[in-house]
């Protein structure tokens, strides 16, 4: 974890109002979709910290007891995920030939620990929600000249960023800045 460094927060005209544009990601392209994301994800992830942990907050402080067992669920699946897939090679090939459907994979795994747990509700407002929240603003937001030169400057350094270490536990490293 040393040299990692957060990149800026972006301003939010940038990130969400005027200079902002948005439009539905073509589904039979999944290379470019796959390329936005993470391009987006790379580009404002700041802002998707900071967006997340508002949200983690605000459900902590009503639920603390819930959104702790929440959290703790999910780090310990997703801990166990990248354990299992830099020790198993089938795991590791389903990984990276299916990232959506590896986080999907932690995300439903968590959600069926959380409901025997209790606290369903916390899971969905408190931790699902941020995730859906990122996901849909990295696959809809169009990518502006300034993101693009950005990400290319930073594919060299990709692993130095936060966002950068989280794709590459999940396996999409080699495709970020392309």
């Not at 700041?46 to 703790?72: C, D, E, H, K, R």
């Not at 968590?110 to 699902?128: C, D, E, R």
Request: hydrophobic share 50%; glycine share 6%; aromatic share 10%.
């Amino acid at each position: 974890m040393a040299g990692v460094q957060p990149p800026p927060l972006r301003s939010l005209d940038d990130f969400l109002l005027s200079s902002a544009r948005f439009a539905v990601p073509d589904v039979r392209d999944l290379d470019r979709w796959n390329n936005r994301m993470i391009n987006n994800l790379l580009y404002y992830q700041s802002n998707y910290f900071l967006s997340a942990l508002s949200v983690l907050l605000l459900v902590g402080y009503f639920q603390p007891i819930q959104m702790f067992v929440g959290m703790t669920v999910v780090t310990a699946l997703f801990l166990g995920f990248v354990w299992a897939a830099e020790n198993k090679a089938p795991i590791r090939r389903f990984r990276r030939n299916h990232p959506l459907l590896a986080v999907l994979a932690i995300l439903l795994a968590s959600y069926l620990f959380i409901s025997v747990l209790g606290g369903v509700t916390v899971f969905l407002f408190g931790i699902a929600s941020p995730v859906l929240m990122v996901l849909v603003h990295s696959s809809m937001r169009l990518r502006n000249l300034k993101n693009k030169l950005e990400n290319k400057l930073e594919s060299i350094g990709l692993k130095r960023t936060p966002m950068g270490l989280l794709l590459e536990a999940l396996g999409q490293e080699q495709e970020a800045g392309s």
